[in-house]
């Protein structure tokens, strides 16, 4: 049997999930988190401040601190909901929006890349396999937190 735990090991490096910086764009380093938040911003619907960090499964202390350095870059606006002042409303400037979009071109080339070296059965499969896994996850009893505790 495979070492199941060493794939994954082997699979977060390449893919540099524990780089410090996960992307540079516009002459500006992005970390992972902060490349998930723009991700998340850019693909809901006028999201507020909670619905981002509970898709991103993060703590609302740790994420309001990764905002604020977003909007300091001017990357991200945080404005009230209009119709509910309690609520702020997470958007992605003009500066934002192109740093996602470079984000998101980088990682696609870089997919593109790694999936050039397979046919197009291996490619089908993995993709398939990797749903799998997340669909399995999902489901998980200790799904969205960490092994860690």
């Known amino acids: 049997m495979e070492n199941t735990r060493e794939i994954f090991q082997i699979m977060t490096r390449r893919f540099g999930l ?5 992307c540079s764009a516009g002459g500006i380093d992005i970390s992972l988190i ?12 006028k999201p507020s401040v909670q619905k981002v960090a509970e898709a991103l499964d ?27 002042r309690r609520v702020y409303v997470l958007s992605l400037t003009t500066e934002g929006a192109f740093v ?15 999936f050039s070296q397979m046919n197009e059965f291996e490619k089908d499969t993995v993709i398939r396999s990797i749903k799998l896994l997340n669909d399995a996850m999902a489901k998980s009893s200790v799904c969205c937190t960490s092994p860690m505790g």
């Open 34 to 45: 902060q490349s998930h938040i723009l991700y998340e911003i850019d693909h809901q619907h």
């Open 58 to 84: 993060t703590d609302i202390t740790t994420f309001s601190r990764q905002i604020q350095s977003l909007i300091k870059m001017n990357l991200v606006k945080k404005t009230p909901d209009p119709d509910d």
């Open 100 to 114: 996602a979009a470079s984000i998101d071109q980088q990682i696609n080339a870089y997919l593109n890349e790694i």
């Open 18 to 22: 524990l780089n410090k910086s996960c």
